[in-house]
């Protein structure tokens, strides 16, 4: 095999020094200016398919309309069922679908952003693609990030994902009525989370009765 | 799980970097990944791969180095690493975001959070048009 062999000056190093999770970081700020600017509070809400995410933004939804003018993002890989509910519990909704992508990222939000009429608005939800991993690489630009574990995911959720809690502010224990049938211990996931970081607010729900969401309001100081 | 996505934009930062400072093959890609990233170095390996087949990059030596993280206490001033809890339970080293020395929670990370590609290294024409930056 013919080996090709540079002569010296022919070799160029370029440095690039060109971080990619950076740039979304970058954007997330531009977003957060950007929501600033109009006043709107952002609020962005993470955690598994299936955690609760939804039924947690419906119940924030219905007890602060009469406190705020809320929208909502809901960021989904295909389908719009959850932007109906979150529609139909009274709010305006955005759908972002990723396509394939497993996570919302700061230059979708910012995308949707312009679509809304931010003059009109206080408060702003953002649902993020449900997975609990990937999100937690993806600022998006919010004050508030929210992530929804739930008891169905087991007792090793918060032992697992560790990185998922480095840019939250609340930690939601939800589905806390199922603990009995489960056997999984709300009060070993809120040491785990607290043990990791101590400066997270915990909050333990019922997303379908509606228990703790007064407490959630409370910890994100709405 | 977005080892893809972020290989893909990986692979066209590095490719559209060759192609304005024309060059005829890429040799060596370098990237850093923060520790406390997401994405797992052997998948963003595989994914390059596949990304440079059929471009100037197709045998390019893939440098990939995981960082360490590096934090800033904003109590005592500490600054350097975070300290990993080795639970022989869970085959896995439990970060625990707090200061090593003083316990404080209030620590900002400086380090470890990224996907850098750091340099690369071109082969240009035998002419050598091309210009070092």
């Known amino acids: 095999m013919k080996v090709i062999r540079p002569e010296e000056g022919e070799i160029f190093d370029i440095e690039l020094d060109e971080d990619l999770l950076q740039r979304n970081r970058e954007l997330a700020e531009e977003n957060r200016r950007y929501l600033n600017r109009f006043g709107v509070l952002a609020v962005d809400v993470m955690g598994s398919v299936g955690s609760g995410k939804t039924s947690l933004i419906v119940q924030l939804i219905s007890r602060l309309q009469k406190k705020y003018r809320i929208a909502a993002l809901a960021g989904d890989t295909t389908t719009t069922v959850d932007a109906e509910r979150l529609r139909s519990a009274g709010a305006e909704v955005l759908q972002i679908n990723t396509g394939k992508e497993c996570h919302l990222d700061a230059n979708l939000v910012k995308k949707a952003l312009k679509e809304l009429d931010l003059q009109k608005l206080d408060l702003l939800f953002i649902e993020n693609v449900g997975n609990i991993i990937c999100p937690a690489d993806f600022p998006l630009g919010s004050h508030r990030r929210v992530v929804v574990v739930s008891l169905t995911e087991g007792p090793y959720v918060v032992l697992k994902h560790p990185f998922s809690f480095l840019d939250a502010q609340v930690v939601v224990i939800n589905k806390v009525d199922l603990a009995p049938a489960l056997k999984v211990d709300p009060g070993e996931l809120e040491k785990q989370v607290l043990e990791l970081k101590p400066a997270l607010k915990v909050v333990r729900t019922n997303c379908l009765s509606g228990e703790g969401t007064e407490k959630t309001i409370s910890a994100l100081g709405l | ?133």
């Not at chain 2, 923060?34 to 791969?49: A, C, D, I, K, Y």
């Not at chain 2, 990304?51 to 990939?64: D, M, Q, S, V, W």
Request: charged share 30%; proline share 5%; net charge negative.
């Open chain 2, 1 to 133: 799980m977005h080892e893809f996505s972020v290989s893909q934009a990986i692979a066209n930062l590095v490719l559209e970097e060759s192609r304005k400072r024309e060059a005829k093959r890429v040799l060596l890609v370098e990237v850093e990944i923060g520790e406390l990233s997401l994405l797992n170095p052997e998948q963003v390996e595989f994914w390059l791969r596949l990304a440079f087949e059929h471009t100037p990059a197709n045998e390019a030596e893939l440098r990939l180095e995981v960082v360490k993280p590096e934090i800033v206490c904003e109590r005592c001033g500490y600054r350097g690493g975070l300290s990993f809890k080795d639970d022989p339970v869970y085959h896995f080293l439990t970060p625990a975001f707090r200061c090593p020395r003083c316990d404080s929670p209030e620590i900002v990370i400086r380090k470890g959070r990224g996907c850098r590609v750091r340099k690369i290294e071109i082969l240009t024409g035998e002419d050598g048009q091309a210009q070092a930056s």
